[in-house]
């Protein structure tokens, strides 16, 4: 069977490991990926808690544990050693995305942001450029005017990973 594909949808993946092996890839378009992975979890863990599947864990909710703000701006206020330069930078864009709905942050204000969360990149071009690369983050204007905005499939691998700090605070609890 061939399907086409059409090159204008940008394509999700996601894959669930689980600890006693069970390992599952979804690839597709976003509310697809997400569909499946929610058929695919109800039917692989039916004993999980009827609570966590009656309630749909928010990204907002999940950031809001782990970003506060100084001056209007998101700063990450946990210090984890698992988070290196690059994933700070798109869960802070998320945040000012998802928490204050700015689409696009500019250079400075992102530089301030990381140094309140305790990171000091001396050139954050140079931390961003990967990432710009693979297309998880998109870069406008040049210079003092530099601007950067998280793409959906930036917004994808900065939600997995902030809900994964958020049950690792929870079960830190």
């Known amino acids: 069977m061939n399907m086409g594909v059409d090159k204008n949808v940008e394509n999700c993946r996601i894959k669930l490991r689980y600890p006693d092996g069970i390992e599952l890839e979804i690839e597709g378009p976003k509310d697809f990926v997400i569909e ?13 808690n009827k ?30 050693t ?49 990432l710009i690369k693979d297309k998880t983050l998109i870069a406008r204007g040049t210079k003092r005017t530099r601007e950067y905005a998280v793409t959906e499939k930036g917004l994808t691998k900065s939600a997995v990973k902030i809900f994964n700090i958020d049950q690792n605070i929870s079960k830190n609890r």
Not at 100 to 107: H, K, R
């Open 36 to 48: 499946q992975k929610k058929e695919l979890i109800c039917e692989i863990r039916p004993e999980t």
């Open 51 to 80: 609570k966590t599947a009656e309630k749909p864990q928010k990204l907002e909710d999940s950031l809001g544990k782990i970003i506060d703000f100084k001056e209007n701006i998101p700063y990450i206020k946990i210090r984890l």
């Open 82 to 130: 698992e988070l290196d330069t690059k994933m700070a930078i798109l869960i802070i864009l998320t945040a000012f995305k998802k928490l204050q709905n700015i689409n696009s942050v500019t250079a400075i204000t992102l530089s301030r942001a990381l140094k309140l969360s305790g990171y000091q990149p001396k050139r954050i071009d140079r931390e961003i450029a990967p």
